[in-house]
């Protein structure tokens, strides 16, 4: 229980959370976010690149590339765990009742977005927050095909770790004083993070009303 009550007072501070996870919690946090359906609230993108802003620093005792590869292999695994849940349930998950680790309507939207792209939805979902925890178990009750599931995931995984962790990591090699504004960084992150649920939202608005 204390170990959760500090967990949820981090969330609150992603760069005191890096430092406190260290290489194994980052790498659970990911795992749970992609692999577990009550992973959705995590803060996958900013904390990502939170962790590229502080890896840059020798100081800190992370090592980006190895924080990369490591992250990586969670974020794969995550999928894969993901897929089968939806495998193993199978439609039957769409009549599971809301609780406060599970809500319905991410489900559903995860559904929705799959329909509409298809495969590539494992590759895309990974830089849009709660869409990612869900894909891969819509994509494991529609059956889809797994060594197909499994090209789509690893590409997924490998583009979306490693462009937030170098996109901090970059940013404090070359402005030595973005690490003076962490939380004007995240801001913008969770910002383009959310940017394309917005923007689906508003051409849905859009189609209503025509």
Avoid: C
């Avoid at 620093?57 to 794969?76: E, M, R, S």
């Avoid at 590759?123 to 927050?129: G, L, N, S, V």
């Amino acid at each position: 229980m204390e170990f959760l009550t500090q967990f949820f007072d981090r969330l609150r501070d992603l760069p005191a959370l890096v430092q406190w996870a260290g290489y194994f919690g980052l790498t659970l946090i990911i795992f749970a976010e992609t692999g577990l359906l009550v992973g959705f609230f995590l803060p996958g993108d900013s904390l990502l690149v939170t962790a590229g802003l502080l890896a840059a620093d020798p100081a800190f005792g992370l090592n980006v590339w190895l924080l990369g590869a490591i992250l990586t292999v969670a974020a794969i695994v995550g999928d894969t765990v993901g897929y089968n849940v939806g495998k193993t349930a199978g439609p039957r998950i769409f009549t599971r009742e809301d609780s406060l680790f599970f809500h319905k309507d991410h489900l559903l939207r995860a559904q929705a977005f799959y329909e509409k792209h298809g495969g590539k939805t494992i590759i895309i979902a990974r830089f849009m927050p709660i869409v990612r925890t869900f894909a891969p178990v819509v994509a494991g009750v529609g059956r889809m095909e797994y060594r197909a599931f499994l090209t789509y995931n690893v590409i997924g995984g490998v583009l979306w770790i490693w462009s937030m962790l170098l996109t901090g990591w970059v940013l404090a090699r070359t402005v030595p004083t973005v690490a003076d504004h962490v939380e004007k960084v995240i801001l913008v992150v969770v910002f383009l993070s959310i940017l394309p649920g917005i923007i689906a939202w508003l051409k849905e608005r859009r189609r209503v009303r025509a």
